[in-house]
Nanobody, 129 residues
């Protein structure tokens, strides 16, 4: 079983920065964090959950939603089993609950949440104008 625990959310002003962290523990079918692709999704009030960014198991490939490209950076530290989302130049429209998710089968970033087998509990990010 895989557990994911996010942290780092908070209340900030527009233009500020935040870094979210997600610590992953546990294994599935002999595979651990080093084999998983990881992603961040977010869900704003009244909206569907959307893909924000993802990183392959090897860190060779990253993907971002157009709305965050150039402002957000996803990275991972396999030694710490942790994935990060560095968010800069935050906007009020970035306000949402942010979730990290693990793709434990292929280690490949997918844009659809249906491919992610394990999720964290979420961390709230609120950006004031």
């Amino acid at each position: 079983q895989v557990q994911l625990v996010e942290s780092g959310g908070g209340l900030v002003q527009a233009g500020d920065s935040l870094r979210l962290s997600c610590v992953v523990s546990g294994e599935v079918s002999g595979r651990n964090f080093n084999s998983y692709a990881m992603a961040w999704f977010r869900q704003a009030p009244g909206k569907e959950r959307e893909f924000v960014g993802g990183i392959s198991y090897s860190s060779n490939t990253t993907y971002y939603a157009d709305s965050v490209k150039g402002r957000f950076t996803i990275s991972r530290d396999n030694a710490k089993s942790t994935v990060y989302l560095q968010m800069s130049t935050l906007k009020p429209e970035d306000t949402a609950i942010y979730y990290c998710a693990a793709e434990t089968f292929f280690g490949v970033v997918r844009l659809s949440e249906s491919h992610y087998t394990d999720w964290g509990q979420g961390t709230q990010v609120t950006v004031l104008s």
